[in-house]
């Protein structure tokens, strides 16, 4: 960049990709959610409603139209009137509140009544290539039925009511890229408004959310027509809600090369960051996006006695940050978190480092995305010995692992018969060996380290594999790794000790995801959007200064 400071050197893959580190990370300026939101204002995108048809109990269907320079993307929306008793997060539900359809272009009433008989059906239907998105979402019973009986009442919500939950309903699964029909991702990839990851998913979320509003506002009026709507401050202050469990913890796993885009380009940020002296102006952002993140962790909660001492530790490390006065530059605030913070501190210290550096930062989201198959053929030219070298150089960590204990393999991944969804078991308890996925890299990377030291270094790798075929997978991961460092967790994804939870949290913190809020060690719950504006809104608020001030 011209004119632009050396950005220092990155940090290296051995501090970041650490679980313990990714389970702390927080949502930043290069988070998907707030990549959407800054084109959507950049390019002032239009939203409107062309459909409403729901009945005074709810039931029906609805369209949202988004309008962006080159093309228009629906959501279509189907309301259901579900029991109680039928309402659950878990995957095995068969029935929702309600299930929503991201359409490619503009619906026509055949393809509305298509989308009628199998978007409520969510897994059991079936999609075609004009549906980017598939997804559902549940009431959240209390709050969603005090909202509207206090606007049916002509009053506002009771904020402490609004704040103990955040949101109006939660998803319980975000489809895309070819699942059930839908379009594959490389038929939209191409596309300047989906190119970034996610943009799709992160669309239909936002508009999920301003259907949740419009619903409660619905069945008020219903009552009464002259009930009231949510007032604007009190509207940003709900999210939508989403469980996230075992489904998604793989994925950091699976999709290397990803992963060290996503990663190495959210060190570059902080590199270029760290090189810039502090200027009053850059330190009045800073000082405002600490203000908002403190209040923000005051009122985050959860009932995980791992999450309380970890919002107990942010609480503390935002404190502690709050009390500096302004360093020269900010390599030396930086310096001061790693050696004072926890990592909660240091994590969402970075994040909050960004948000004056703008101009800075934001353009990295183009490097956000990667073809993967250009990293999937394995190069057999080289030798056994070149290999070993590179296994060497990069992963140390898990040779000197004992593979023997127990301990170190006393998780297996494998995928539901039921749900075709990824699970973990506990090996010594399930004989679930011969379904398990080649999701432990570190384990795999280390047997063919020790296959390797029975050949000759100057072995053709053509040779090995053709003998030895079962460590394909693991020379591919090792390649990939040589030049994408950050692709690879350093840790030992099958251990006694591995918590899903950590895998979730650094996923949901690229999507911009808020309130993390885990029931177990293997699925938490979470708020998207809270805070920022809605589809109505765009032109007359900003869009990118909800999350940190």
């Known amino acids: 960049m011209d004119g632009a400071p050396t950005p220092l050197a990155l940090r290296p893959p051995e501090t970041v990709m650490r679980l313990a580190r990714m389970g702390s990370f927080h949502p930043t300026r290069l988070s998907f959610m707030r990549i959407l939101l800054r084109r959507v204002e950049k390019e002032q995108w239009r939203i409107d409603r062309p459909i409403w048809d729901i009945d005074k109990s709810g039931v029906g269907r609805a369209v949202y139209r988004v309008s962006t320079p080159s093309r228009r993307y629906s959501l279509v929306a189907f309301a259901h009137d579900l029991p109680d008793h039928l309402r659950s997060d878990r995957v095995i539900a068969e029935a929702w509140d309600a299930t929503f359809v991201l359409f490619d272009g503009e619906p026509s009433p055949a393809d509305l009544d298509r989308l009628a008989n199998e978007v409520p059906l969510q897994e059991a239907g079936r999609m075609s290539p004009t549906e980017l998105t598939l997804s559902r979402a549940n009431r959240s019973a209390r709050l969603f039925s005090h909202v509207v009986e206090a606007l049916a009442n002509s009053r506002q919500p009771a904020a402490d009511e609004l704040l103990s939950v955040g949101y109006l309903m939660r998803t319980t699964a975000v489809y895309g890229s070819g699942k059930f029909g839908l379009s594959d991702r490389e038929a939209y990839a191409d596309r300047p408004e989906l190119a970034a990851p996610f943009q799709a998913e992160m669309l239909t979320v936002w508009l999920i959310r301003a259907f949740t509003v419009d619903i409660v506002e619905h069945l008020a009026r219903t009552s009464n027509l002259g009930a009231a709507r949510l007032a604007p401050k009190t509207r940003r202050a709900l999210g939508v809600g989403n469980s996230t469990g075992l489904g998604m913890a793989p994925f950091l796993i699976s999709h290397p090369a990803l992963v060290h885009a996503w990663m190495s380009t959210r060190e570059e940020a902080l590199s270029r960051v760290r090189a810039l002296a502090i200027t009053p102006d850059s330190w009045a952002v800073f000082r405002r996006a600490v203000r908002f993140a403190k209040a923000n962790a005051a009122s985050w909660w959860s009932d995980h006695s791992l999450q309380q001492r970890k919002i107990a530790d942010l609480r503390m490390d935002l404190q502690s940050i709050a009390s500096q006065e302004r360093p020269s530059n900010w390599d ?41 198959e250009a990293s999937f053929p394995i190069d057999a030219d080289g030798t056994t010995g070149a290999l070993a070298a590179l296994i060497a150089r990069n992963y140390k960590w898990a040779t000197e692992t004992d593979w023997d204990q127990a301990e170190a393999t006393a998780r297996l991944w494998y995928v539901s018969a039921e749900k075709l969804e990824p699970r973990l078991a506990e090996r010594a308890d399930e004989p679930l060996d011969y379904f398990e996925q080649p999701l432990g890299p570190a384990r795999d990377v280390a047997a063919l380290a020790g296959s390797l030291i029975e050949w000759p270094a100057d072995t053709p790798l053509s040779k090995f594999l053709q003998s030895m075929p079962q460590h394909r997978h693991a020379v591919r991961r090792v390649q990939i790794v040589a030049g994408n460092p950050y692709a690879e967790v350093r840790d030992n994804t099958l251990s006694q000790e591995m918590l ?24 938490v719950r979470i708020s998207m959007f809270q805070g920022a504006p809605f589809p109505d809104e765009v032109g007359r608020l900003p869009m990118d200064h909800w999350m940190y001030g």
Do not use: N
């Not at 790693?338 to 004056?356: D, N, S």
């Not at 950590?502 to 996923?507: G, P, S």
């Open 332 to 372: 030396t605030l930086w310096r001061w978190g790693e050696a004072t913070l926890t990592l909660e501190g240091q994590e969402v210290l970075f994040a909050l480092m960004l948000e004056p550096h703008w101009q800075l930062v934001d353009d990295l989201s183009s490097h956000m995305s990667v073809d993967e």
């Open 500 to 523: 899903p939870i950590d895998l979730l949290r650094a996923k949901l913190s690229f999507f911009g995801a808020t309130r993390f809020d885990p029931k177990s060690d293997r699925w």
